[in-house]
C-alpha cells in the first residue's frame, strides 16, 4: 500500500527517500525505448503555436515554476514568466498575443491557482495542468493534463512532488524544443540525465548521517538561517527556506547571495547559518566569495557543490549533471536538513502548526 508509512517514523522522509523511483517512473512513462518524450501530440502543437509561456503555482510549486522557467526557455527558446497563482488572479500580467498556460498543483486543488484557471479559461486560453492527482479540479479544468505520478505525497512538507514537477517540465520542454528543431533540445539527453539524477539523489539520501549531523552542529539553536545562490540556485534556495520554516519553525530566508549585501547582511550574527548552493559554473565564484562575506560576520557557512565545483572544504558534494538539472538533486540535502531540525526539535514533522496540505480557499 502506497499511503503505508512502513518503518518510516515520518511520511516526509519515506517521501525523500521515494526520490529516485519517482525520477525513474517518469522516465518509463514519458520516454519511449529510445529515449524520446512521449508527449501528447495536440498539446505540443498548442505549445508551439505559443509565442509565451505563463507558469502559475503556489507555494513549493511555484517554486518549481521557477526552475521550469529556465527549462523552458533554454530548451525552447520561449520566454516564460512564472507567477504566483493568488498575485497573478487579481493583478493579471499584461498577456502576450498567443499565451499558454501551464498550472502546477500537487493536489491539483489549490483555490488560488484555480482563480487564475477560471480567468484564463473564460479568456478562451489552452492551459496544461501538472499535477499529481488524476481527475482533481485543476486537471478537470485545463485544456491537457500530465500526471506526476509521485504517489500520494501525505507530508505537509511537499518533498517529491517538487523534484517530478521539475523532471517533469524538462521532459516537456525537450520534447517542445526538439518539436521546433532546437539543437539545444536535440542535444539534451533527458534519458540520461534522468538516470543521473535518481543516482544523485540517492547518493544524497545514502548520506543522511552527515546532514544528520550538521543539523546537531548548527542549527538546533538557531533563530534563523540563510540559503544564498545565484540564477537556478537561487529558485532551489527560496524551496529550502521555505522547507525550513514550514516544519522547524526557524526563520529562513532564501536570498539571491549577489544582494545580501544591499541590506539582509546586516542580519548576520555570530552563528547565523548561511548554506551556498552552488552549481552553476558561471556563478560559483561570486556565490563563494558572497559566502565569504558572511563568514567575515561570524556565520557558520555550509556549503552544497556541485563535485566539478567543489573543494575538499565542502560540506554536501552532489553528483554531476547537467546544470538545467541541479536543482533535482540539490535540493534533497535542504529537505533533509529541514527534516532533521524539525525532527531532534521533537516537532510533528508531517503535521506542522497552521498549514494544510491543500489550501481550497483564497
Ligand atoms: C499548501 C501546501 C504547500 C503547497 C501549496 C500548493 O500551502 O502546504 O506544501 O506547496 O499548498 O499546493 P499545490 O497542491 O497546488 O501544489
Known sequence: DETDKGTYPFYM???????????RRLAQVYLSETGAPVVNDALLASMKKADRIYIVGAGTSYHAGLVGKRLFENLTQTPTEVHI????????????EKP???FLSQSGETADSREVLVNVNAAGH?????????????SREATYTMLLHAGPEIAVASTKAYTAQIALQAILAKALGEADKQIVA?????RQQLGLVATGIQAIVDEKDKIEALVKQSFLKTPNAFYIGRGLDWGVSLEAALKLKEISYVQAEGFASGELKHGTIALIEEGTPVIGIITQSKTAGLTRSNLQETMARGAKIITIVSE????????????DVDELM???ISVVPT????YYTSLLKGLDVDRPRNLAKSVTVE
Open 13 to 23: 522522509l519515506k517521501e525523500i527517500d521515494e526520490q529516485p523511483n519517482v525520477m
Open 85 to 96: 497563482s493568488s498575485e497573478f488572479a487579481y493583478e493579471q500580467p499584461i498577456l502576450s
Open 100 to 102: 499558454f498556460f501551464i
Open 126 to 138: 489552452e492551459s496544461l495542468t501538472i499535477t499529481n492527482v488524476q481527475n482533481s479540479t485543476l
Open 186 to 190: 536535440q542535444r539534451f539527453d533527458i
Open 308 to 319: 566539478n565545483l567543489a573543494k575538499d572544504s565542502d560540506d554536501i558534494v552532489l553528483a
Open 326 to 328: 541541479t536543482p533535482l
Open 335 to 338: 529537505q533533509l536538513l529541514a
